[in-house]
């Protein structure tokens, strides 16, 4: 019978089917931090009972570590607690652990994919709701609850029921200035917050084919914000050219006989979606976002909607509207923001940072604009600095910090103060995201630099060199 | 977990959509390594001033509302995997969120912390909201067994869904954890026939 790529990956790892339509679920790999762990963990020790599987789980800090100074103490008692109660419960229970001052440390959804311990085919978990960013590589990869978190330590299995599937083609060709970032911000507007609610989604078509496996993760991160536990995408010479020689890969003729079976994995093309939904690259545009979900989204030159999308109240688009200082019918390009954020685990990969530093190469930011390049991991960091990438952004007037989630969510110091707005190539603008107060407008990292040069909302197409 | 049953309650209101888990629990207070403690800051930003004074016109400070019984507008629990924002609910007192929808990890995260979501017809919603609104005294009735939420002293009564396995769960305070424990067996075979087929690589 014809099957779904999630279907072929889902069965491959279901250990028994219980009464009442759930599945026992093998995970492969499951990705820990300092924040949703350490409850877990105590959950273990209270059962006396040792992580099952050590060698298929990871740890890193990155959700409440400083942007700077990080060979120091953290300044934060909390969040310096939280980070050693991590290095802790990783010694006492086995734990690989690439902490502060580690040179793998970064963003858990950075560092999994480049080095090569994301691998096509497998199921993957972390307390972390963008752990649909592994999906790029055609896995089963989705956020859990730290209950879960301790299911997993304890039996690297949980217990599922199986989630429907939905297929989202985009064929066509992306118009310069157009990045994967617009897509999936286009997808959801069109989509809702909502929308992808209950099932598992799969992206297919040209323009996601066409695609580096970088700018698919930034894709696939963000299926979440539909509400989709997880997104994933085909994988292909790219996927595998990718993964190839990373450290945690297979090497030599295992990553041959790797390969041959990866090339299994992709929809039948009967294969029925219990949803479909098609697009087309060449009506997208840059897009930002509004509102306080990611489903306010609109393209950058287009006017924000005159009433709330359908289904949702009068009274929560206009609460959204008041939050954001904005007015229904209003047009932001030349809207005046005061800081901008180039990270998180959606948009701070090297190609993230190279396209910024491309643009704002020889230009400055505008006086009253903060900007900040947060990395995602030490290694695209290193690479940054190797690149002199570091120097551009420095001379253009932007800062560059050491790697973490950072101003994505505001744990650590990376703050934005009440009333300002941020254009950020994070992945979420609900209210108080960045700061209590923060507003918070979504972006690409080339929309984001482009306003941090102009100082306003701009149309990245029009400042183009 | 807590045993559930059956509930009979007043309850709050909070007819916005799309509440997210940043608003239930904003992440700067997600630095605590324990599960307790977290109701004190429940909506925080909703609830209270930056110099720390309470909102006088969020619901969790008119007295007018009260009860273990939360109801709000749809996707509620949409956002971020924090089980934060179940541990926030429970401690502060609620047993049930009502909802027309509600956002996949926050339902799971909710269900194993014996927390119901109550899952109705946005008609169903609109009701209840009316109801409190004329009477914030009415209480509700919520029966798993049954699987049914009523409106106290009309015939208003609509059915709800729970998978199965998760009602056996609720209603005698199992934890997955203990059921996965005990396949530990099966596991081990599973990794085992794996194994054979080919090392190293993992489908």
Request: proline share 5%; charged share 20%; with cysteine.
């Amino acid at each position: 019978m014809s099957k779904t790529l999630f279907d072929k990956i889902w069965n491959a790892h279901v250990v028994k089917s219980v009464e009442g339509g759930m599945d026992v679920l093998y995970i492969d790999r499951h990705f820990i931090h300092e924040v949703t762990s350490p409850q877990a963990f105590d959950g273990l020790r209270q059962r006396n009972i040792p992580v099952f599987r050590t060698e298929k789980t990871v740890a890193t800090a990155d959700h409440n570590v400083p942007t700077i100074n990080q060979h120091l103490p953290i300044n934060d008692p909390l969040g310096r607690f939280q980070v050693e109660k991590l290095t802790e419960n990783c010694a006492e229970f086995g734990v690989d652990l690439y902490g502060l001052g580690h040179r793998w440390q970064g963003i858990v959804h950075v560092i999994g994919p480049e080095l090569g311990i994301t691998q096509p085919g497998m199921t993957i978990v972390c307390g972390d709701s963008h752990t649909s960013t592994h999906g790029a590589f055609g896995t089963i990869a989705f956020g859990i609850g730290t209950s879960q978190v301790e299911q997993v330590l304890a039996s690297q299995c949980l217990l599922l029921k199986r989630p429907k599937r939905m297929r989202i083609t985009v064929d066509g060709e992306l118009a310069e200035g157009v990045v994967s970032k617009d897509i999936i911000l286009y997808i959801i507007s069109k989509l809702s917050a909502a929308g992808g609610t209950g099932y598992f989604v799969e992206y297919a078509g040209g323009a996601i084919r066409s695609l580096s496996m970088e700018a698919r993760m930034t894709i696939c991160n963000m299926s979440i914000e539909m509400g989709a536990r997880g997104g994933l995408i085909a994988p292909d010479e790219t996927t595998f050219e990718y993964v190839r020689g990373r450290e945690f890969a297979p090497q030599g003729t295992d990553f041959e006989a790797a390969v041959a079976k990866w090339r299994t994995l992709f929809s039948d093309p009967d294969a029925m979606f219990d949803k479909e939904y098609h697009y087309r690259a060449e009506d997208i545009a840059p897009m930002i976002t509004y509102g306080t979900n990611p489903g306010m989204g609109v393209p950058v030159d287009e006017a924000i909607p005159t009433a709330p999308m359908p289904g949702d109240s009068l009274a929560s688009f206009e609460k959204s509207l008041g939050y954001m200082g904005f007015a229904a019918g209003e047009n932001l390009l030349g809207k005046p923001i005061h800081h901008v954020f180039i990270g998180s685990c959606t948009n701070s990969r090297i190609e993230d940072l190279r396209l910024a530093a491309k643009f704002v190469q020889g230009k400055q930011k505008a006086a009253h604009v903060t900007a900040m390049i947060v990395p995602g991991s030490k290694q695209v960091e290193q690479q940054a600095k190797a690149e002199g990438l570091d120097q551009i952004f420095i001379a253009a007037g932007f800062e560059f910090r050491e790697p973490g989630c950072s101003a994505c969510l505001g744990m650590n110091e990376d703050k934005v103060p009440a009333g300002e707005y941020c254009v950020s190539t994070s992945n979420r603008n609900f209210e108080g995201r960045q700061g209590p107060g923060a507003r918070t407008i979504l972006a690409s990292p080339l929309t984001a630099v482009a306003a941090a040069v102009a100082g306003e909302i701009v149309d990245v197409r029009a400042v183009m060199n | 977990m807590e045993k559930f049953t059956h509930i009979i309650s007043t309850a709050v209101p909070l007819p916005m959509e799309d509440v997210d888990t940043d608003q239930i629990i904003p992440a700067r207070f997600l630095k605590a390594t324990t599960r307790e403690g977290f109701g004190k800051n429940l909506f925080r930003d909703w609830r209270y001033k930056a110099d720390g004074s309470p909102k006088a016109d969020f619901v969790l400070n008119n007295q007018t509302y009260s009860g273990k019984i939360l109801v709000a507008g749809k996707n509620f629990g949409c956002g971020s995997s924090r089980e934060h924002a179940a541990w926030s609910l429970t401690d502060y007192g609620f047993k049930v969120v009502v909802s027309s929808f509600f956002a996949d990890i926050f339902r799971g995260n909710a269900l194993n912390n014996g927390l119901l979501p109550v899952q109705v017809s946005p008609e169903f919603l609109h009701e209840m909201f009316t109801a409190i609104e004329h009477d914030p005294q009415v209480k509700f009735i919520v029966s798993l067994e049954h699987q049914t939420i009523a409106i106290a002293g009309t015939e208003r009564e609509e059915q709800f869904d729970i998978d199965p396995f998760r009602k056996v769960c609720m209603i005698n305070g199992y934890d997955d954890i203990d059921f996965l424990l005990s396949l530990k067996g099966e596991i081990e075979e599973f990794e085992r026939v794996r194994e054979g087929e080919k090392s190293g690589i993992l489908i």
